[in-house]
């Protein structure tokens, strides 16, 4: 279900998948026909050949990922690549270990590459493409954010602030990610309803593609149409907002994400983490 998931999610550009509703139903349902013809057909593939592995890319939706699953399922290696993540240039391999995602390595040679020191040279390199991602100089796809940030939010920063950065709602990488929460919706009411009790400020930045790749369900929205207050002391900023979150964060004391990439460069940068989501 994970590919039909999130290849409606996707074709929709929304979260929520309502079966009762007519053209969420016909998504869903064509979604399905093609992979069972997938299905039928790397079936047929593989018993009419002696195929010694399938390379294919985006396991999460589909027409990658139901390719990936049958081929596993025939005891066949199911190969998967994709863009280096996080830089330019270069191309990434993994198969349906790696939670059937390329960027998350076999634990094995995770372990074996966190226990091995880095060099100073490697030091220099990470620095080198993590700052590149605040410029855009190496960051894998979409740049979406200015250089400056514009930190004029009306919010009083000598008090603690905490940042909440949500994801695409439509993109792949949610599917199976909800572990604290059962969906991102219900986390960000939490933590809304956390702030009301509490003497510190919240930051809600939507994540920016809602404006620059088109959504039917903005995380904003959703808040005003659920929330019937929101407090003073959070500020909600629309996906459009001037503000660079890599500037944003520097003036925050806490980072708070479902799964975002964010997560990971906020930690490298020494900023305390919340991550409530698998990623």
């Keep these: 279900w994970r590919p039909l998931t ?12 309502d079966l009762d509703h007519e053209p969420d139903r016909r998504a869903f349902v064509r979604y ?11 079936s047929r593939i593989i018993d009419q050949n002696k195929v010694l592995a399938t390379v294919g ?9 139901v390719v990936e699953k049958t081929t596993a399922e025939n005891g066949i290696p199911a190969i998967n690549y994709g863009a280096g993540y996080l830089r330019k240039d270069t191309v990434l391999f993994g198969n349906i270990q790696n939670r059937g995602f390329i960027h998350f390595s ?11 020191p880095i060099s ?40 603690p602030t905490i940042g909440v950065f949500s994801n695409l709602l439509w993109d792949g990488s949610l599917i199976d990610s909800d572990r604290v929460f059962d969906n991102p919706f219900s986390w960000i009411k939490e933590t809304i309803r956390c702030a009301e009790t509490n003497e510190f400020n919240v930051v809600i930045k939507p994540h920016p593609a809602e404006a620059h790749r088109g959504t039917e369900e903005r995380m904003g929205d959703w808040i005003r149409q659920h929330i019937d207050t929101v407090p003073p002391n959070v500020a909600l900023l629309e996906p459009d907002t001037e503000v660079n979150p890599y500037e944003l964060i520097d003036s925050i004391d ?26």
């Excluded at 409606?8 to 979260?15: C, D, I, V």
């Excluded at 890319?57 to 990922?65: L, T």
């Design 57 to 65: 890319n985006h396991p999460a939706y589909v027409y990658g990922g």
């Design 106 to 116: 076999d634990p094995v040679v995770a372990r074996k590459k966190v226990e091995r």
């Design 254 to 279: 806490l980072g708070v994400v479902y799964n975002s990439t964010l997560g990971m460069e906020m930690a490298y940068d020494g900023q305390p983490v919340v991550v409530v989501g698998e990623t």
């Design 32 to 42: 399905l026909q093609a992979a069972m013809m997938l299905v039928d057909a790397t």
């Design 6 to 17: 999130s290849s409606a999610r996707r074709h929709l550009r929304k979260y929520t998948i």
């Design 120 to 159: 100073e040279v490697q030091k220099a390199k990470i620095d080198e493409l993590m700052k590149g991602r605040r410029t855009g100089e190496t960051i894998r796809s979409f740049n979406y954010y200015t250089e400056e940030a514009d930190r004029d939010l009306s919010v009083d920063y000598a008090r």
